[in-house]
Nanobody
Framework: QVQLVESGGGLVQAGGSLRLSCAAS????????MGWFRQAPGKERDFVAG????????YYADSVKGRFTISRNNAKNTVYLQMNSLKPEDTAVYYC????????????????????WGQGTQVTVSS
């Protein structure tokens, strides 16, 4: 069992930055591939970024490439999402999630494969 708790959301102006954190409980955190998803009001939950268990592989949605960076610190059981050059369209509730399998290509965004989810943290970008 893994419990995930996100933090770091807030209100920021367009062009600004935020860093989200996702703290995980459980000794098996290191064995999970981790992902960040987001859901804007009235829209489906979308994949944002993912990272392999050692951090050697990362994958990003096209909409955030070059602006967002995912990383993890297994010693601290924490995964991060550094968000730069934020845009109003980045406004959403951001969720971290964990999966046991290693994805390839578009499968990174397969939310059905993620077995543990956090409660989410709100990010609001004003124009």
């Amino acid at each position: 069992q893994v419990q995930l708790v996100e933090s770091g959301g807030g209100l920021v102006q367009a062009g600004g930055s935020l860093r989200l954190s996702c703290a995980a409980s459980g000794r098996t955190f290191i064995s999970y591939t981790m992902g960040w998803f987001r859901q804007a009001p009235g829209k489906e939950r979308d994949f944002v970024a993912g990272i392999s268990w050692r951090g050697g592989s990362t994958y990003y949605a096209d909409s955030v490439k070059g602006r967002f960076t995912i990383s993890r610190n297994n010693a601290k059981n924490t995964v991060y999402l550094q968000m730069n050059s934020l845009k109003p369209e980045d406004t959403a509730v951001y969720y971290c999630a964990a999966r046991r399998t290693f994805p390839v290509g578009a499968d990174w965004g397969n939310s059905n494969e993620y077995v543990y989810w956090g409660q989410g943290t709100q990010v609001t970008v004003s124009s």
